[in-house]
């Protein structure tokens, strides 16, 4: 679903992934994991079609980018740790516009399907604005499965949430958003990546230095695995 | 229930355009800080000149291109700001649309702010400097000006709202730009307000849509790669 070789992205004289080659498979949760400054961020923004790469080749869902971009962004859901919602508009306003950005089929019924599934129906006619950092992700989350995207990518979704929020983000990311989707997610929660991801990359000076599957590791193994990665890195 | 139509360009347009008319129908942050501003920057010129009837004409529409300016610049300020803030702009841009479609439903909007702000100025204007700026020709000089200035401005708040001095660079960035159209947008008014023959305003007229229409084409061209990351 999403093939990824020799990628380079520079910013000037600075390279931030170097020949980097990454590979998920459809339905597969791939956990990347790694330090600050290692291009996490900048890798999802090249997914997402924000970015553009400097050299390499980047094919998401069958296209590649950055030729066929808007055949990608049809299919392509994001989350970040900004809500990317409008404080000015109410929950079910901000969806109405996002799908039409999407043009999604019978989008009144999809606004009210997608509130009910993300536990936000309740509060549809609320302005965002007043909505808890929490409740706002959990909403961004129905903004990026508005259209039903295949790959959905979440760039440290539980940055600035307290436990509670992180808890009930994982519910709603577990039972709503990742069923029969194909999921790349940045995390520094080693614990809640691995309490949802079916693999763990770990990013380091720009290219994908080991990777392994989460059946392989015991339960708090990760923080050791992403240790002895960096280290032989 | 999955949909791989892109939609049209005037469909991504009108929901960007009413998307920002909602938002500023709740919050009136763009529009109250455009009025204020245009309000005092009215008042303060009004004492300060003490303008007589003889000189009034030909200052009038200076200080009115003066008001729509700067206002229009905190407008476009503001528009773009709330888009950066929370991310949105990242969202706008990863929508499968054409971008200059989101592009002009920006500028619909901001046009719309800054035709909303003359509406209320132009009438306190013509009380306040006793002069009848409500003229059909003079209006169609203020509704051209103002596409033209919102057309490059969207543009150029685009670029600025990416830096940390956005407030300072947009009008760094604007003011040379449309000092073209602002020059003809200042001597049609002064001809309508001074009632000299059409062939003398015509010039200006005719050099104020040729900007409009300069000035949209390449913004509609080029916000694509200023977008670009």
Known sequence: ?233 | MKNNANPSFIKTMLAVVWKDLTAELRSREVFSAMLIFALLVVLIFNFALELEAGTRASVTSGVLWVTFTFAGTIGLNRSMAQEKDRGCMDGLLMAPVDRSAIYLGKMIGNLFFMVAVEVVVIPLFSVLYNVNLLKPGLLLVVLLGSIGYSGIGTLLATMSVQTRTRDMLLPILLFPVVIPLVVAAVKASAGYLQALPMADIQPWLTLLIVYDVIFLSVAWMVFDYVVEE
């Open chain 1, 1 to 233: 679903m999403i093939h990824v070789r020799q990628l380079i992205k520079r910013f000037g004289p600075k390279i931030v992934l170097n020949k980097m080659a990454f590979d998920v498979s459809q339905g597969e949760f791939v956990a990347l994991i790694g330090p600050n400054g290692a291009g996490k961020t900048t890798f999802l923004r090249i997914l997402s079609s924000l970015a553009k790469p400097s050299i390499g080749e980047v094919n998401v869902a069958g296209f590649h980018l950055p030729g066929q971009a808007a055949s990608v962004r049809q299919r392509l859901g994001v989350v970040s740790h900004m809500p990317l919602l409008y404080g000015d508009l109410t929950a079910s306003e901000n969806l109405l516009f996002y799908g039409r950005m999407y043009d999604v089929a019978d989008l009144t019924h999809r606004v009210q399907e997608v509130l009910q599934l993300v536990g936000l129906l309740h509060r549809s006619g609320d302005l965002v604005r007043t909505f808890s950092r929490g409740m706002q992700q959990r909403l961004a989350i129905g903004r990026a499965i508005l259209h039903n995207p295949d790959v959905l990518l979440l760039d440290e979704p539980h940055t600035g949430l307290d436990q509670d929020a992180c808890d009930m983000l994982d519910g709603v990311l577990r039972d709503v958003a990742v069923s029969g989707r194909t999921v790349v997610m940045t995390s520094h929660d080693f614990v809640r990546a691995q309490n949802l991801a079916s693999r763990f990359d770990v990013l380091s000076r720009g290219r994908i230095v080991a990777s392994i599957p989460a059946n392989k590791l015991s339960p708090d193994g990760l923080q050791a695995f992403y240790r002895e990665s960096l280290e032989q890195a």
